[in-house]
T-cell receptor, first 114, second 109 residues
Framework: SAVISQKPSRDICQRGTSLTIQCQVDSQVTMMFWYRQQPGQSLTLIATANQGSEATYESGFVIDKFPISRPNLTFSTLTVSNMSPEDSSIYLC???????????FGEGSRLTVL | GQNIDQPTEMTATEGAIVQINCTYQTSGFNGLFWYQQHAGEAPTFLSYNVLDGLEEKGRFSSFLSRSKGYSYLLLKELQMKDSASYLCAVSDSNYQLIWGAGTKLIIKP
């Protein structure tokens, strides 16, 4: 199993500001995934972060709004830029176990944008 | 389009059995997953089915019928700690996970 630490666990932010979420894994992993989970809704993949290359974004998500860094095999950051109340959500970092689809998740970062 | 359907909420009694259904329409299929998510916590992996049939793991079992695009999660001897949301997810032809919205299970004494 993998242990994943996310910071901050929660934050209240002002409209127009940006916040960076950090994700630290206790082992080296090739791919790290960033998800968003809005209240009562399913998990939505934002992007896949690979070490040494640009992140791959899913439809509806762009790098200017959600810049991602992946400086090494154990760490990644997701920035939510120019926030609006619609960005209020839980953001989750995850990594794959041996088999594709079996994911380990961080504790999540609950953002509230006023 | 791709779609995962599961009931929004279910209620069951402590000690009883409950079955949570999941139907899916996806472009390709590379397995179906069930995750448990307690309120305010991250999802945790419960089960994986890629072949038809029943997989049993303690009090939890998961069933898959690929021809029907159908799965269920069966929870036996329910405990209060089983109160959580249960997420169904399907891996499509590109190994992308398509997530259901989750079923909130409420256990009553």
């Amino acid at each position: 199993s993998a242990v994943i630490s996310q910071k901050p666990s929660r934050d209240i932010c002002q409209r127009g500001t940006s916040l960076t979420i950090q994700c630290q894994v206790d082992s080296q992993v090739t791919m790290m995934f960033w998800y968003r989970q809005q209240p009562g809704q399913s998990l939505t993949l934002i992007a896949t972060a690979n070490q040494g290359s640009e992140a791959t974004y899913e439809s509806g998500f762009v790098i200017d709004k959600f810049p991602i860094s992946r400086p090494n095999l154990t760490f990644s950051t997701l920035t939510v830029s120019n926030m609006s109340p619609e960005d209020s959500s839980i953001y989750l970092c995850s990594v794959e176990h041996r088999d594709a689809g079996e994911l380990f998740f961080g504790e999540g970062s609950r953002l509230t944008v006023l | 389009g791709q779609n995962i359907d599961q009931p929004t909420e279910m209620t069951a009694t402590e000690g009883a059995i409950v079955q949570i259904n999941c139907t899916y329409q996806t472009s390709g299929f590379n397995g179906l997953f069930w995750y448990q998510q307690h309120a305010g916590e991250a999802p945790t992996f419960l089960s994986y089915n890629v072949l038809d049939g029943l997989e049993e793991k303690g009090r939890f079992s998961s069933f898959l019928s690929r021809s029907k695009g159908y799965s269920y999660l069966l929870l036996k001897e329910l405990q209060m700690k089983d109160s959580a949301s249960y997420l169904c997810a399907v891996s499509d032809s590109n190994y992308q996970l398509i997530w259901g919205a989750g079923t909130k299970l409420i256990i009553k004494p």
